[in-house]
């Protein structure tokens, strides 16, 4: 009896342990859809109290907009919800003024225009994609249901309008003042562990020779870099704080991709100098990247940089800088006895540290003041931050121009093709299965795996129609009370908010919740109609598939065309915007697009038809040599104004800032070096990248290297200028771009001797 009882005792502990890390794991997720199923009941009673037509409408807004568990980012998405809906009923109410009489220009009208919106999103990350995705189909949801009866589409704006506004509200209430789950410690945490494994990548990377498993190492610190904005993105709607920070954390995420694109150069530069260098220029490599490694804090793989580590390293940095030039100088004249080319791998290795450190110290700066209790400034008016969104979004509109207009003509084909066979059919459904595609097309455009995603919420929709057949027409006779209705409900949109919950079944899980209370309807007053909701739900089922269908054949997000079209959209940043492209925050722009190109290509599906490897190293040349383009123009435009005063005051007398202006004919080689740039990316065949290196080449000769390092502003851009013109002499020997080399012979093919 008495080892009963020890055993008993022994036994209560492990329990309560084991109960205690269940409830850990599983109780937000209990909290979360206990909070959705509150947000629901008390939308569909104010609907039902202000006897609106259809409280399914707000039920669904509830489940959409809570399908993340932090306030902040319901916040967000609800805010997008109603300017989406807002802006899709006034779309309807245009459509269904000129087209009210002439069913095919009507669904051609919309189809077009929901192919616009899904273009549209692409140009926007995160919740603003959502408000125009929205705007498409909201079009859909207002303007179908009533065009055979051009006079009741007001009335069916205004119920729509209404009832979203309601689900929106009820589910952003509930959210922030029922058990709130804020998004800002998230924000913090994120934003840490992205910080953390940057600084240890760049131990990783630089300790050792570059390998094709790298570029997964920069795939996923952007991944994971984009996640935090995303949390940003909803933090600005919950925390006011964070809205002023915007600009700091706007250059906290330039500095992390320029780190990112800074990391991968000098990774390539210590790859070159271990192939092609002299040992002693090797070792000189290694002993300026270590001095950087030695100042950049490494953590073991469960900690996390602190922020006075990230103070220290901020100070560290500022003296490693300081000495930086000083200690170049003396390595290279200490291999002054080793060729030109031997000595320019250490002098762009040093070139490349000044930038790096520069971004890296940005970051450290930015990080520590995100986190500061003082207000910060902003740094620049209200019209200046507008421009620079503009400018910002026409470089990545062209950046991802390819596959927006993609989304756009496959969603606007998938509309078209089941408003073709409603109208060939007079099929009763058909309205039904067009809100259905036009909700999948447009939702679904943008996600990671479209295919997967509309076949999960297929699926989601079909358990949901089951379901719902049960509770219709079997349990929902038999309620007598607002009560009744409500808890019986909630228990089917609790199981599809839990399912929700785990990322590999989220979309799954709402599916089943959203498609729930869309066919079960509940409205005022509530319609006993068996096969008008068998009839809903196969319409629902039928649009869904067709974009699911729609997604799999029409231009999957894989293949060698879509191949060559990534490579295109490269290309035109190169030929386009670093070459030609307006000096005025260029540098800003250009790199916004190529860092979309970057998690355009790291988001799409996994296939064996993507090259995914190839395509980031052209992300990575692109983002290297355009930079130096860039910079090398804003350097010489730096470089003119001496110049021109030099040659205004004194007419050419010799002096010592004399040395560090432009030599004569400059300005030719530098257009003739970014003409041959553009068309190495534009042609892409090695006798352009040969002409490339050899105007590279020649702009060098033109530019020699001075006999010091000198620490005033003018020599340090020249000699930062001839470094980045042989970091781009570098990168465009790199083999991992097979465009970069002569394609390899078919030995099938090759003649006999």
């Known amino acids: 009896m008495t080892l009963q009882a020890d055993a008993a005792t022994a036994t209560l502990p492990r329990w309560r342990s084991e109960l205690n890390t269940y409830w850990s794991d599983d109780g937000p997720r209990f909290r979360h859809i206990a909070k959705v199923a509150i947000a629901m009941t008390l939308a569909m009673w104010l609907c039902m109290r202000l006897e609106l037509r259809t409280p399914a409408t707000a039920m669904v807004s509830c489940v959409i907009v809570m399908m993340h568990q932090q306030s902040g980012m319901v916040i967000a998405r609800g805010f997008y919800r109603g300017l989406g809906i807002v802006g899709g009923s006034f779309a309807g109410l245009v459509l269904i003024a000129l087209f009210a009489q002439q069913p095919w220009f009507f669904l051609t009208a919309l189809a077009a225009w929901i192919g616009v919106c899904v273009f549209g999103a692409a140009y926007y990350r995160n919740f603003q994609s959502y408000g125009f995705v929205l705007t498409g189909y909201g079009t859909a949801i207002t303007a179908i249901p009533v065009w055979s009866n051009p006079y009741a589409v007001y009335d ?299 076949w999960q919420v297929f699926g989601g929709c079909l358990a949901g129609w089951i379901a719902g057949f049960g509770f219709n027409f079997f349990v929902l006779p038999r309620i007598g009370t607002f009560e009744l209705l409500a808890a019986s409900m909630a228990i089917f949109v609790m199981v599809g908010s839990y399912v929700n919950t785990f990322a590999k079944t989220a979309i799954l899980g709402l599916g089943f919740s959203l498609y729930f209370c869309f066919i079960v309807a509940i409205t005022n007053p509530t319609v006993y109609n068996p096969s008008g909701y068998l009839d809903t739900g196969f319409a629902l089922l039928c649009g869904i598939a067709v974009a699911a269908v729609a997604f799999s054949v029409l231009v999957p997000r894989a293949g060698e065309w879509i191949n060559a079209k990534y490579i295109g959209q490269i290309r035109a940043l190169i030929a386009e915007d670093a070459r030609d492209g307006e000096l005025d925050d260029l540098l800003y722009r250009f790199e916004a697009g190529v860092r979309d190109f970057m998690l355009e290509v790291a988001q799409a599906p996994v296939d064996r038809h993507l090259d995914r490897e190839r395509l980031m190293a052209w992300a990575f040349a692109a983002l290297e040599i355009g930079r130096s383009m860039i910079l090398v123009r804003i350097h010489t435009e730096q470089l003119a104004g001496p110049l021109r005063q030099a040659r205004g005051e004194g007419q050419g007398q010799p002096g010592g800032e004399n040395r560090a202006l432009l030599p004569p004919g400059w300005r030719d080689a530098q257009q003739a070096w970014l003409a041959a740039l553009a068309e190495a990316f534009v042609a892409a065949t090695p006798q352009a990248v040969d002409n490339a290196r050899a105007a590279t080449r020649r702009a060098l000769d033109l530019l020699p290297p001075e006999p010091g390092i000198a620490v005033d502003a003018s020599m340090l851009a020249r000699y930062r200028m001839r470094a980045l013109l042989h970091l781009t002499e570098l990168t465009l020997t790199d083999d991992t771009l097979s465009v970069w080399r002569p394609a390899p012979v078919d030995p099938a093919k090759r003649a006999p001797a």
């Open 156 to 454: 069916n704006v205004v119920f729509t309008v209404s009832e979203v506004v309601i689900g929106v509200v009820c589910a952003s209430v509930v959210s922030a003042v029922l058990l709130p789950r804020p998004v800002v410690p998230e924000l913090y945490a994120s934003s840490r562990k992205s910080f953390t494994n940057l600084l240890n990548a760049m131990h990783a990377l630089l300790e050792r020779t570059a390998t094709l498993a790298d570029f997964d190492t920069f795939v996923a610190l952007i991944r994971e870099r984009v996640g935090v904005e995303t949390l940003r993105s909803g933090a600005v709607f919950e925390d006011p704080l964070i809205r002023l920070r915007n600009p700091i954390y706007m250059a906290f995420d330039r500095g992390f991709l320029d780190t990112v694109g800074w990391m991968h150069a000098l990774q390539q530069l210590q790859a070159r100098a271990a192939a092609q260098a002299h040992p002693r220029a090797l070792a000189a490599v290694q002993e300026l990247l270590g001095g950087l490694l030695a100042v950049v804090p490494n953590h073991a793989p469960a900690e996390l940089v602190t922020i006075e580590q990230v103070k220290a390293t901020a100070s560290r940095l500022d003296a490693f800088e300081a000495a930086l030039p000083a200690h170049l100088a003396r390595l290279l004249q200490s291999l002054a006895d080793l060729p030109p080319h031997e000595r320019q791998f250490v002098a762009a290795t040093g070139a490349a540290l000044l930038f790096s450190i520069d971004d890296l110290r940005r970051m450290c700066d930015s990080y520590v003041a995100a986190r500061s209790i003082v207000r910060a400034p902003w740094s620049q008016s209200v019209l200046e931050a507008v421009a620079r969104l503009g400018r910002a979004r026409a470089t990545r509109a062209s950046a991802n121009r390819a596959a927006a207009t993609i989304a756009g003509a496959r969603a606007a084909v998938a509309v078209l093709l089941v408003g073709a066979a409603w109208m060939a059919s007079g099929w009763v459904g058909g309205a039904t299965a067009i809100v259905a595609v036009a909700i999948t097309s447009a939702l679904f455009a943008l996600a990671p795996n479209p295919i997967v995603a509309s």
